[in-house]
């Protein structure tokens, strides 16, 4: 008897175990499901219209019908200067373009950019028009904040292909510039380049140009020649009138008597006329006292 009613009590505490969890796991679902009512996130996501989207994306649209989507949407700005284009190229970059040999197929390439931008420009006018629309820090607002960031992404990616297309064939020297985000200024964005990023591309030729006079120089100076005596570089260039090739063998040709000595007899008492012998070694012998050896 006594057993029997421990059985039915650890039984009655399993039973009261099992319905405890059940109310722990049911209390946390709609604790779960309240939070996710409040965030205002649903699951119930319309269909898309599958078949047009899929003809709009691999057949197209009717151009008039773009033009027609494309002029519905005007969002304004607080700010009167900032709108919607297409970056503008630089005046000062453009006139290169012109001079450049290459410039032809450089506006092919920026054409084809170009229009890829507007088309991509399009899609935000619809998107921030909406944005405007809803509560700042409402869910639809995050959202479409998170299109129109991804929407920029794109933009800043074609204006970064379109600004390397021009500085790989006109600028191909300072083309590392582009990776310095600080050289553009956000005020600036209606043009591809801007004011500062060409003051920059400006400063850095001069920089370069400077570098190389330099350079020019140094490489001159190392190759100019010593100073040397106009003595010495005529004796250089006049060419030699001995017959002998071993110079130890040349002899001393004299024009006009060395060591005279005046005689008591006459005028010419004695000279000496210096001598190479075939050893190479020089000596001295005596002349006439006459002087007959100076005729």
Not at 85 to 101: F, G
Request: a positive charge; glycine letters at 6%; hydrophobic letters at 35%.
């Amino acid at each position: 008897m006594t057993v029997a009613c421990h059985e039915t009590q650890d039984a009655t505490q399993e039973i009261a175990a099992e319905g405890v969890v059940h109310l722990k796991i049911d209390t946390v679902i709609a604790e779960a499901d309240q939070d996710h009512d409040h965030r205002g996130v649903t699951e119930d996501v319309p269909r898309l219209p599958q078949p047009e989207l899929a003809s709009w994306m691999s057949v197209g649209q009717p151009a008039t019908s773009t033009k027609e989507l494309r002029d519905t949407f005007n969002p304004n700005f607080e700010d009167a200067t900032f709108s919607l284009t297409c970056p503008k190229m630089d005046d000062v970059v453009e006139r290169q373009l012109l001079r450049d040999r290459n410039g032809k197929y450089i506006n092919q390439r920026e054409l084809i950019w170009k229009s890829t931008q507007l088309k991509v420009l399009d899609v935000a006018k619809p998107l921030m028009s909406l944005w405007n629309r809803f509560p700042e820090n409402s869910e639809e607002a995050v959202i479409l904040e998170c299109a129109i960031r991804l929407w920029a992404e794109a933009h800043f990616y074609i204006s970064k292909n379109r600004r390397s297309n021009v500085m790989n064939s006109v600028y191909p020297r300072f083309k590392n510039l582009l990776k310095d985000h600080s050289k553009f200024s956000p005020a600036e964005v209606g043009h591809l380049f801007g004011p500062s990023f060409t003051s920059a591309l400006l400063q850095a030729a001069d920089q370069d140009a400077k570098l190389q006079k330099v350079a020019a120089s140094g490489r001159g100076k190392s190759l100019k020649k010593p100073h040397q005596h106009p003595a010495e570089k005529r004796a250089e260039q006049q060419p030699s009138t001995s017959r002998h090739k071993d110079t130890g063998e040349k002899r001393i040709y004299q024009t006009r008597p060395l060591d005279i000595e005046r005689g008591r007899t006459g005028f010419f008492h004695r000279f000496r006329i210096p001598t190479v012998a075939k050893d190479g070694t020089t000596g001295e012998r005596n002349g006439p006292a006459d002087g007959s050896g100076l005729r």
